[in-house]
């Protein structure tokens, strides 16, 4: 079941959105009655009710905001007891103090929003022994080991458990919970109002992870990254799957450097099929590959990984996504400048033809190993100078300083650097008044599709090429080798414009 929490100052607003949500499908709405800022009426919020409830009334020290006295809290507790909620929610050191009473199920918890204790076990036995019929235990993620312990929790629990670990790196503890055991799994109504940290939307949850729908059989794959919450891959990936009736997941994995391998390993040991790896793993992951493809190998960087039992094999999809991208608009800019001439062969588009990168992480690794096999001239600038002169050293390239950039005249200038993603849309790596309408604009940014750097190059008479035609390419790729199957690149494009779309329909 997903429970969705709803935590509003208002009654009206409460029954509102309760009623709201029923409509939508949820199967459990959670009332958080400490957010409410006067007295409750718990006659007027749970009459008629549309689905079934849980009743929690947190104290600040717990998480809540609950700042009355004790005594009314209890009170308030049994009486939603009296009035026959679904459950109610209590914490360890009032569990024994509010007896059973009627058809009223008891969820006994406990809270920690700084780490996750070394004694999980025990925690669960005191919580169980307390009449529970559900046991609850969130806590804050520090790790991924903290997530492998609570759904090992979970699921081996003789008890009805849901073992949540809070924060970004705890989301697939709440994504994979109903697989390992829990009765429920905690949701939000919307992004914009998250009771706790990590919180995933309930429209997400349903409609992207379909949560409810994940079994024995599901087969894993995700996004390894630090942070990895803005990336869109989930979406693009599930909805790929679901198109094909795929019973795969698509999973967003943040994991710390220092936990790669540990993370790498519990991808075998659980069945994952594969990964999409980004910022700021692409480097490391490949020493940690069985094997690699040799253009991967020398470019020193991967974005994939597909797993096959103890096997983990590392590709580059940016690199071959780009140079499509690429080729295909020295193509067109040829054919236009020749008059409808034909375009020429590949290696002659590319030969002798100055290139400026702006980055030096794994985008810009990939693009600048393309543009030097294909004959390019190839300079890197970037905020952190040694890192661009590692990079031209190891493409055969040249480094120049980040302020040295536009001393340059180049057929082709690449923004590989996170300026101008979302939510930071007004800036750009490249004062428009430095560009030449003869240069190819290629932007790796997706987020917007139109960052301010396409728009000036557009504006300046540029040929342009945005990061989203990137994207979609490299995960259509990445969906074949995860697969096998063609890529739905139609849906897969069509997915991506409606999330970045400033106009949503």
């Known amino acids: 079941m997903l429970c969705v929490t709803i935590g509003r100052s208002r009654h009206k607003a409460m029954i509102a959105e309760y009623q709201f949500l029923a409509e939508k499908g949820a199967d459990l709405v959670e ?22 409830v849980v009743v929690t009334c947190r104290r600040k020290e717990d998480g809540g905001r609950w700042d009355k006295s004790e005594e009314e809290r209890l009170m308030i507790l049994r009486n939603a007891i009296a009035s026959g909620v679904d459950f109610v929610d209590l914490e360890e050191d009032v569990a024994g103090s509010i007896p059973r009473y009627g058809a009223t199920k008891r969820i006994v918890s406990l809270h920690n929003f700084e780490f996750t204790p070394n004694n999980l076990e025990e925690i669960h036995g005191r919580l169980a022994d307390l009449d529970a019929d559900v046991v609850k235990i969130a806590t804050m993620a520090n790790s991924f080991t903290d997530c492998i312990r609570m759904l090992r929790l979970v699921e ?53 992870y379909r949560a409810k729908e994940i079994d024995a059989d599901t087969k894993l794959f995700g996004v390894v990254a630090d942070p990895v919450s803005h990336s869109l891959s989930p979406q693009i990936h599930n909805a790929a799957f679901k198109h094909d009736n795929l019973n795969y997941r698509y999973l967003p994995f943040r994991i710390a450097a220092d936990e790669l391998p540990l993370f790498l390993q519990w991808c075998k040991e659980t069945g994952v099929g594969g990964l999409s790896v980004t910022i700021p793993h692409k480097e490391a992951m490949l020493e940690l590959m069985s094997q690699a493809e040799s253009a991967t190998t020398n470019i020193g960087a991967i974005n994939t990984v597909a797993i096959d039992g103890n096997e983990a094999s ?24 020749k008059k409808g001439a034909p375009p020429g062969q590949p290696e002659e588009l590319f030969r ?35 890192r661009a002169k590692k990079l031209a050293r190891d493409i055969g390239g040249k480094a120049i300083s980040w302020e040295a950039r ?50 000036d ?38 997915t991506v414009k409606k999330i970045t779309s400033p106009v949503k329909f």
Do not use: W
């Open 457 to 494: 190059a557009r504006a300046a008479g540029c040929f342009v090429v945005n990061g989203l035609d990137m994207f979609v390419r490299q995960a259509a790729y990445q969906y074949k080798l995860f697969t096998g199957l063609e890529p739905p690149s139609k849906l897969m494009r069509e």
């Open 314 to 337: 590392g590709y580059n999809t940016d690199y071959r996504a780009a140079m499509d991208c690429l080729q295909e608009a020295l193509s067109t800019q040829n054919t236009m400048q």
């Open 352 to 386: 002798g033809r100055g290139a400026l990168i702006m980055g030096a992480g794994g985008v810009a690794r990939a693009i600048a190993y393309g543009l030097r096999q294909r004959g390019a001239v190839v300079t890197i600038a970037s905020r952190t100078e040694e």
């Open 31 to 52: 009332m958080r009655l400490d957010y409410i800022g006067r007295h409750i009426d718990l006659t007027r919020l749970l009459a008629n009710r549309p689905c079934p």
């Open 156 to 208: 081996s629990a003789k008890v009805p458990t849901i073992g949540l670990c809070m924060g970004d790196t705890g989301v697939i503890t709440r994504v994979l919970g109903l697989r390992y055991g829990s009765p429920f799994t905690y949701t939000t109504m919307s992004s914009e109002r998250k009771i706790a940290p990590g919180q995933v939307t309930f429209d997400t949850m349903r409609d992207v």
């Open 406 to 455: 536009y001393s340059l005249q180049p057929g082709i200038l690449v923004n590989c650097t996170p300026i101008g993603m979302h939510p930071d849309v007004d800036s750009t790596p490249y004062d428009k008044a430095k560009l030449l309408n003869e240069t190819i604009v290629f932007d790796t940014v997706y987020n917007p599709e139109h960052t301010l750097l396409i728009k």
